[in-house]
């Protein structure tokens, strides 16, 4: 199947059909601030690790939003992405955080394309 730009797709409209209403419920998990303040940021130390989402059932994650930052200058190759499925004691992903986002080479420069966006400090 293609969309309109001729790319192949495996859903119905493609990916314009992401947004469509479907016979389901969304949830959310969220760092912010449940004093109603501004304060919703986690601090990683290097080697530690950061439960961001624990998610019982099934599911589709369709947003994924993440800032970061510091004064490491390639943290985006430094910092890896792990999600697990259904109780596997390894990773179904595991990737550098900018390689999932397509910071390639650690490096943040903005972009739009049509599934994913980054926002660099240029």
Request: charged content about 25%; hydrophobic content about 35%.
């Amino acid at each position: 199947m293609t969309d309109r730009g001729g790319m192949v797709s495996f859903l119905p409209g493609g990916l314009s059909d992401l947004a469509k209403r479907r016979n389901a419920r969304s949830r959310r998990e969220s760092s912010y601030d449940r004093t109603g303040g501004n304060d919703d940021w986690c601090a990683v130390e290097s080697g530690q690790t950061l439960k961001m989402a624990e998610i019982d059932g099934p599911g589709c994650i369709r947003h994924i939003w993440i800032t970061g930052g510091g004064n490491e200058p390639y943290f985006l190759k430094k910092t890896v992405l792990r999600m697990y499925w259904d109780g596997e004691t390894d990773p179904s992903v595991e990737v550098p955080l900018g390689d999932f986002f397509g910071a390639m080479h650690g490096l943040a420069h903005s972009y739009v394309s049509l599934p994913l966006s980054v926002v660099g400090a240029e």
